[in-house]
């Protein structure tokens, strides 16, 4: 095996990887409806082997040291949307969350501004009802053709940035306009799927997108503090989608 | 109506049914689109011709081929003539597919995709950049708020319900916030709860795939079909697990081992590295074996995708690259990435019909249908994907017999209106049981020590090259883990959303699919398709035996029951709805 060649000098200096033993302290809320004490933050100290790349891989281990510490987790790569929590005061999702990016003690929290079901498990009722408020499916009331409707890659691309989300709901528990009107104003997730469906060239709903949202609460109640942006686990940008829906409200009012 | 399982398949049958207008209650673990659906990547196969010519019956062969003989050539005529209509009916609801300058769906190849019966490579996968599943689950959720199905979310079903005639009249379920078992009866029960990848140590799989559905059929008296047929996908990231999609290679990106050789060249003349994923995963492990393998203990290969240009691949792989970043370390744009076969999907499963009806031998037929019972998606074995699966034929086996599930059920209740037969009186007995003992055991082992030996034992004895020697030993670890699983404590006795209860309950099915696993597979002594034991390997030009396949004595499906932990088995169809049988042949590429 030769030095000289490319890969096999960029492997053997790269993936060198010596995984660090240390202990790590975390501080953790706990709430469990079912024994009679009110919720406390709970601090446990676990000896990590290295090997726990992301901070979901550290819960785990957490939980093998305390079985009773619930959370939510699946696919264990950001694509589920299952592990939204609060680290260290910022939303985020557990699977993405590099261990090594986390200073000192890591303190975890449900996802703010919904209720509790138990320790890091919120109750997602209003996030989701807000999700469906917002009739977040394509329609098109045309008989549809022997093959697939035809779509310019142009009007394609107007649907990146959008379709991806992956309803975490870590955008809008970090929006005060939500924690607020969780009933009445729709949210950042539920508003960037708003626009998917209005900027679709395939849905014929424009009209009553708009109609819809035409509320004093349900859209404007963004104040384009930004916080949905600055946590979304996918790099999307609800701000700039629920401008373009104002912008749409503007055009069609005057 | 109870449907078990809100993935891809569970939500194309719902569909049916709720546009039906039938009353439908899906229970699942988690939220919808949190099912493993979601982490699909590459794309859905249907010879839609949107690139160059392609029809059904190419689409038909490569599937034979792919799945070396073992697959159901009828089930297998079925995918892929529905396949076109059952993509252009999900662009309809709105899927984002890729496009192409003419608006129609963008396709690229995939492993094993061929035109011309074995030519050359073909574009077959239609796509959604590299979120195809994302996009497909989502679409098909929407879809089923829209036909207002009902939806039971932490819901865990934990046992089938049978009455003394063998029919299926509904399931038992615990509520995960609440802690209360129910029990939910239906005219008819479809599973469709995804695999149980975490049956082994190093898995693409989620979390949650813990096969539930296999281990309630297996509980209820229900045969698990071809179980030791476990595919091994080529680009699971090293040390990671997770899935980097066959979509790279199909935009073009290349296995090297450590000289920087394109080594599936050798193996494969013609496919390259888009040869079936069996094929492939076994080329990496025969590098790694001859010490061309890379990094400090030579115990991987790369995936080089740095030619392909950064705008393509943040236009077609832009998950890919946030993977490279995340789990590796690795700016694929620049660098290539290390990667390992890794445990992917599960070829076998609850035996069905073309219609999703489970099947199960009665008196001396060994497909005699189970009334009331159905079964879709990766939990069952209808069996399109036979020894080895195709890229993309996931998701379309989703669709197709998600759909045809839900027609069958519509059109039978339709023809033949049923009462609910009336429930056994100890129908949640077995489930109140299994939760007593836990409740009752404080002292006993942690689930997850249990799990993680299972996961283990798997890894060792039944991974991509399988000894007979090692299998038998895994054969007796598994059996004496069986005893440990009967033993497992819950320190956790909260009522409200007790994520250990689940955890223990997810590994009484486990056992059952790493046993059924285990046994299938020591008990096959021939290589095919995923299943290459050491012992039976032959070359290509051996005149009985090519490649250490042997149809004479092994062409035939296998049966495991968890009753006596024993086997039966019963024959391949051979003959497809309509088009000319593919007969066996030798499996080159």
Known sequence: MSNSNPISSFLNSRFERVPMASKRTFQVYRYDPDQNAP?????????????????????????????????????????????????????????????????GPIVL???????????????????????????????????????????????????????ECILCASCSTACPSFWWNPDKFVGPAGLLQAYRFIVDSRDQATAERLDNLEDPYRLFRCHSIMNCVEVCPKGLNPTAAIGKIKEMMVRRAV | ?????????????????????????????????????????????????????????????????????????????????????????????????????????????????????????VQRACASADRTGHAMLHTLYQQNIKARAQFFVEWMALDIIRDADGDVLGVTALEMETGDVYILEGKCTLLATGGAGRIYAASTNAYINTGDG??????????????????????????????????????????????????????????????????????????IK???????????????????????????LPSVYEIGHN?????????????????????????TNIHGQVVAPKNGNPS??????????????????????????????????????GNHIVDTLAREPKAHKPLPADAAEPSLARLARLDGASDGEYAQDVANDVRAAMQLHAGVFRTQASMDEGVAKIAALRQRSGAIGLKDK?????????????????????????????????????????????????????????????????????????????PVQLKPLTADSVPPKVRTF
């Open chain 1, 39 to 103: 919720p406390r933050m709970q601090t446990i100290e676990v000896d990590l082997d290295g090997s726990e790349r992301m901070l979901l891989d550290a819960l785990i281990k957490l939980k093998s040291v305390d079985p009773t510490l619930s959370f939510r987790r699946s696919c264990r790569e950001g694509v589920c949307g299952s592990d939204a929590m609060n680290i260290n005061g910022k939303n985020g999702l557990a699977c993405l969350t590099n261990m090594r990016t986390l200073k």
């Open chain 2, 290 to 316: 001859e010490g061309r393998g890379c990094g400090p203990n030579k115990d991987y290969v790369v995936l080089d995708m740095t030619h392909l240009g950064g705008d393509t691949i943040l236009k077609r």
């Open chain 2, 368 to 405: 005699s249908i189970v009334p009331g019972a159905y079964a879709v998606g990766e939990c069952s074995c209808v069996s399109v994907h036979g020894a080895n699966r195709l890229g993309t034929n996931s998701l379309l086996d989703l669709l197709v017999f998600g759909r045809a599930a």
């Open chain 1, 109 to 163: 929290k449900p996802l703010p501004g919904l209720p509790v079901v138990r320790d890091l498990i919120v109750d997602m009722t209003l996030f989701f009802k807000q999700y469906h408020s917002i009739k977040p499916y394509l329609v098109n009331d045309d008989p549809p053709p022997e093959k697939e409707r035809l779509q310019s890659p142009a009007q394609r691309d107007e649907l990146d940035g959008l379709y």
């Open chain 2, 214 to 287: 296999l281990g309630m059929a297996a509980r209820a008296g229900l045969p698990l079909e071809d179980m030791e047929f476990w595919q091994f996908h080529p680009t699971g990231v090293h040390n990671a697990g997770v899935l980097l999609t066959e979509g790279c290679r199909g935009e073009g990106a290349i296995l090297r081992n450590v000289n920087g050789e394109r080594f599936m060249e050798r193996y494969a003349p013609t496919l390259k590295d888009l040869a079936p994923r069996d094929f492939v995963s076994r080329c990496m492990d025969q590098e």
């Open chain 2, 1 to 121: 109506m109870v449907i078990v399982g809100a993935g891809g398949s569970g939500m194309r049958a719902s569909l049916q049914l709720a546009r039906a207008g039938l009353n439908v209650a899906v229970l699942s673990k988690v939220f919808p689109t949190r099912s493993h659906t979601v982490a699909a990547q590459g794309g859905i196969g249907a010879s839609l011709g949107n690139m160059s010519e392609d029809n059904w019956h190419y689409h038909f062969y490569d599937t034979v081929k792919g799945g070396d003989w073992l697959g159901d050539q009828d089930a297998i005529e079925f995918m892929c003539r529905e396949a076109p209509k059952v993509v252009y009916e999900l662009e309809h609801f709105g899927m984002p597919f890729d496009r192409n300058p003419d608006g129609t769906i963008y396709q690229r190849p995939f492993g094993g995709h061929t035109a011309n019966y074995g030519e050359k490579p």
């Open chain 2, 327 to 351: 789990f590796a370390n690795v700016d694929i744009t620049k660098e290539p990435i290390p990667v390992v076969p890794t445990i992917h999907y599960q070829m076998g499963g609850i035996p």
């Open chain 2, 494 to 570: 909260s009522k409200v959303f007790n994520t250990a209860r689940i955890e223990a309950l997810e590994v009484e099915n486990l056992i059952e699919c790493a046993q059924a696993t285990i046994v299938s597979a020591a008990a096959r002594h021939e290589c095919r398709g995923a299943h290459t034991v050491k012992e039976y390997e032959r070359g290509a030009d051996d005149p009985q035996h090519p490649l250490g396949r042997n149809d004479a004595q092994w062409l035939k499906h296998t049966l495991w029951f968890s009753r006596g932990n024993r086997l039966e088995y019963k």
